[in-house]
């Protein structure tokens, strides 16, 4: 089993994934870099019981690589929709907030699933399409963050505000959800009323860390990826392009270019030259949609 972290030919690894590389090496796990140059040239040499661990865009392309992306965990299970004790609307952007302009609009597909043209919250215009989630706004103390494993707690931290919130009110949201992921975290609001209540569940995927142990973070991630993935991804890809999409490419690319030194003078170089190319306007032509 491999455990693959997104990490960026340019930019190296995101710093909240430092903590999680450094655990999986001291533990002798299989840690593999995925870069943008696996998931543009599909080389993707994925095996059934390998874990992902990535921020958002890097967990989208794979979700989406691997089809599994109708399998990711609504933001309001219908199970859960009792503990959120406000009003819930879902439709047409537009009209929701025609009708309540005051209420909190969050985008009706999952964040894991495509990037949305607007970001939660109260708008002065109305977005332009798609649909969304509208609650009526609260007035709020502190916001928890509750891990979930298997059915059980394994953690609850505050991440913003003053004040706890009442676990037992989560507790009995995680014993309702029973057609649950095997990992996800719920995330709880302690109302100015003083009352728990539900902002929102998060599918166990690209999980923000705001206390829980490293290993039970790679827990929650490892649990869920075994579920949604059941299947190898076939290999298509040449044993250079594996090579070249894991090793640093260097200054201008330089490093690619000297991994292929030893081909010099040989049939292979010619065809080796290219890929090291084409795999540079990939790169270019990633970092440069990112700027945009």
Request: net charge negative; aromatic share 10%.
């Amino acid at each position: 089993m491999a455990i693959w972290l997104g990490r960026s030919h340019l930019t190296g690894l995101p710093p909240a994934l430092e903590p999680v590389a450094a655990y999986l090496i001291s533990e002798g796990a299989s840690v593999r870099p995925l870069t943008e140059l696996h998931l543009a040239t599909g080389a993707l040499p994925f095996d059934v019981g390998d874990t992902f661990i990535g921020d958002l865009p890097f967990t989208r392309l794979v979700l989406r690589l691997l089809g599994v992306s109708s399998l990711v965990l609504c933001s309001y299970p219908t199970a859960l929709r009792p503990f959120l004790c406000r009003p819930l609307r879902h439709g047409p952007a537009a009209s929701l907030f025609a009708e309540a302009p005051s209420w909190f609009l969050k985008p009706g597909i999952d964040k894991l699933l495509a990037p949305y043209p607007f970001s939660p919250g109260v708008y002065e215009a109305p977005p332009t399409d798609g649909l969304v989630w509208g609650s009526p706004p609260m007035s709020v103390r502190s916001e928890w963050r509750v891990y979930v494993l298997e059915q059980e707690r394994i953690g609850a931290y505050r991440y913003t505000g003053d004040g706890d919130i009442d676990l037992s009110v989560a507790d009995c949201a995680i014993e309702a959800f029973r057609d649950a992921p095997a990992g996800y975290c719920l995330d709880f609001a302690l109302t100015d009323a003083g009352e728990t209540v539900l902002l929102e569940a998060n599918d166990g995927l690209a999980l923000a860390n705001v206390g829980l142990a490293v290993e039970a973070h790679v827990a929650i991630h490892a649990a869920r990826w075994a579920e949604l993935f059941k299947g190898p991804v076939p290999v298509s890809a040449s044993p250079l392009l594996l090579e070249l999409a894991e090793c640093s490419p260097g200054d201008d690319f330089s490093g690619w270019f000297r991994h292929i030194a030893p081909l010099r003078g040989t049939d292979a170089y010619p065809a080796a030259h290219g890929l090291v190319l084409r795999l540079a306007e990939i790169l270019v032509a990633c970092h440069a949609s990112e700027a945009v």
